[in-house]
């Protein structure tokens, strides 16, 4: 899983998709047309895969209780190990696509 994975961005989504569709209506309604029209036809949204996902309910397997008490044992005991040099290159390679995204 990468750090700053775009879940935060698809609840955000939602919210603002929620939100987007509220001022839509307040415009059309504000501007005398009825909300019922639609939004403009030339308008296009464009999701991730990863939020694709999410909004679909998620294809991914469910939460691993195994997994989890097997984790949390390691770390009860002391014997969890952190491998700073794979977290390290995964923060550098999630800015370096976040970078990369900004400026196109």
Known sequence: MKIGNHAEHTV?????????A??????????GASPAA????S???ELSSTAATLLSGG????FDADKVARISA??????FKVNA?????????NASE????VQH
């Open 12 to 20: 955000g989504l939602a919210q603002a998709t929620g939100q987007a």
């Open 22 to 31: 509220s001022a839509e209506s307040a415009k059309a309604a504000a501007a």
């Open 38 to 41: 639609g939004p403009d036809a």
């Open 43 to 45: 308008a296009k949204v």
């Open 59 to 62: 294809s991914s397997p469910e």
């Open 74 to 79: 390691s770390i009860a005991d002391g014997t």
């Open 85 to 93: 040099d794979v977290i390290a290159d995964k923060l550098i390679g």
């Open 98 to 101: 976040l970078l990369g995204k």
